[in-house]
Antibody, heavy 119, light 107 residues
Framework: QVQLQESGPGLVKPSETLSLTCTVSGGSINKDYCSWVRQSPGKGLEWIGYIYYSGNTKYNPSLESRVTISVDTSKTQISLKLRSVTAEDTAVYYC?????????????WGQGTLVTVSS | DIQMTQSPSTLSASVGDRVTITCRASQSIGIWLAWYQQKPGKAPKLLIYKASSLESGVPSRFSGSRSGTEFTLTISSLQPDDFATYYCQQYNSDSRTFGQGTKVEIK
């Protein structure tokens, strides 16, 4: 059973780059898409972007200028970089698989990691 | 961008009640809509995909339907474990958008 786990610094300074990794265990994302989603404290869910196993990406237009999502050659680590962060980027960040059997609905999620932007 | 309008934002109900949550898309998304359940401090959980397909392991009291650009999640008989926040999500073409969420509270 594929599992996802997010990791990275829990505290980032304003104007710096937020960097997170989603590690896939129990398999890989071969032939799958993976998305990053975030949730500000007490708020709803916001899609950040997705990556296909081949490396093709698509981003939320509201974040596109600051976001890069990449995948390693083993297809077991998906990275998120968000540049020039502000306090508004404080959120729990999730990675999620867009499953084939669920026709690309988000069928597997990581547990999420809280990132706080503060000096 | 495709906008998803979800209603109500909060719903108070009792165990055994039939509960309905609605999501409307700002343009056609076909059948590409999913429903998720989220409990405090936890990641969302997929309930329904392709508007009406039940995810494996999800109780049959959950169901989804579509009428044009309006989508509905129905819980036929609310159980104690169902008190949570529910989100719709469109995944048409290359974009994804979530609704604002519906919190189902104990009446």
């Amino acid at each position: 059973q594929v599992q996802l786990q997010e990791s990275g610094p829990g505290l980032v300074k304003p104007s710096e780059t937020l960097s997170l990794t989603c590690t896939v265990s129990g398999g890989s994302i071969n032939k799958d898409y993976c998305s990053w989603v975030r949730q500000s404290p007490g708020k709803g869910l916001e899609w950040i972007g997705y990556i296909y196993y081949s490396g093709n990406t698509k981003y939320n237009p509201s974040l596109e200028s600051r976001v890069t999502i990449s995948v390693d050659t083993s297809k077991t680590q998906i990275s998120l970089k968000l540049r020039s962060v502000t306090a508004e980027d404080t959120a729990v960040y999730y990675c999620a698989r867009e499953g084939g059997t669920s026709w690309r609905a988000f069928d597997i999620w990581g547990q999420g990691t809280l990132v706080t932007v503060s000096s | 961008d495709i906008q998803m309008t979800q209603s109500p934002s909060t719903l108070s109900a009792s165990v055994g009640d039939r509960v309905t949550i609605t999501c409307r898309a700002s343009q056609s998304i076909g059948i590409w809509l999913a429903w998720y359940q989220q409990k405090p401090g936890k990641a969302p959980k997929l309930l329904i995909y392709k508007a009406s397909s039940l995810e494996s392991g999800v109780p049959s009291r959950f169901s989804g339907s579509r009428s044009g650009t309006e989508f509905t999640l129905t819980i036929s008989s609310l159980q104690p474990d169902d008190f949570a926040t529910y989100y719709c999500q469109q995944y048409n073409s290359d974009s994804r958008t979530f609704g604002q969420g519906t919190k189902v509270e104990i009446k």
